[in-house]
């Protein structure tokens, strides 16, 4: 129950114990990636190898710069 309230905290006024921008920005790219994978799986069929190539590195750069960017902004707190 105490997460609820801390997380209603987030978009009001009231300090929260959880960051509002990286609660968005992990809604954000949990979207992009659901998008992506349900593109993939939708046209899995008509894919060549180098285009299904090109999004696995698109996904795993993806990945990596969005902890890579937490990971920047934790060392700063």
Known sequence: ?????EFIK??????S??????????IAFAFGQLFLLV???Y??????????IAL???EFSISGYIINHIQK?????
Do not use: A, V
Not at 10 to 15: L, W, Y
Not at 17 to 26: A, D, M, P, Q, V
Not at 43 to 52: H, I
Not at 73 to 77: M, T, Y
């Open 1 to 5: 129950m105490n997460y609820i309230k």
């Open 10 to 15: 987030i978009f009001s006024d009231e300090p």
């Open 17 to 26: 114990f959880f960051s509002k921008k990286r609660i968005e920005s992990g």
């Open 39 to 41: 593109f993939f799986f």
């Open 43 to 52: 046209n899995l069929e008509q894919l060549t190898t180098t285009e299904t």
């Open 56 to 58: 696995s590195t698109l």
């Open 73 to 77: 902004q934790k060392q700063f707190k």
